[in-house]
């Protein structure tokens, strides 16, 4: 009985955090890329692959959204929903923004310096 108690808890944690997971690995992917791409020894003309990063911003935004659509529930039924819930749609909304903010840096910055 314990068992499942701490799966169940762990499962809903995780469905509470999933958006977060997505701008983490959004952001550790593209940065990682444009560093290793601007690095001395891995230098490409014309800076890191645009076409690539916009590939992985564009799957990580429409992730989110579909995440923040999921939990559009706690919109239409505010009086029942709990703070799991309140707290999965704020964060897949919070991880859209972060997912677009962190993005810019990549797309107005010209080339490596």
């Known amino acids: ?11 809903r944690l995780l ?17 990682g890329l444009a560093a290793a791409q601007c690095s001395p020894g891995g230098m490409r003309a014309g800076g890191p692959d ?20 999921r939990r559009r529930a706690v919109l239409r039924h505010p009086a029942v929903a709990g703070l799991l819930a ?4 704020l964060l897949a909304f919070l991880a859209l923004v972060a997912v677009a903010w962190t993005s810019l840096p990549i797309f107005l910055v010209a080339g490596c310096a």
């Open 1 to 11: 009985m314990r068992a499942n108690a701490s799966e169940h808890f762990f499962r």
């Open 15 to 31: 469905r509470g955090i999933l958006p977060l997971l997505v701008w983490l690995l959004h952001f550790s992917f593209c940065y």
């Open 50 to 69: 645009r076409v690539l990063l916009a590939i992985a911003t564009a799957v990580a935004l429409v992730l989110c959204a579909w995440l923040a659509w």
């Open 86 to 89: 309140w707290a999965g749609f």
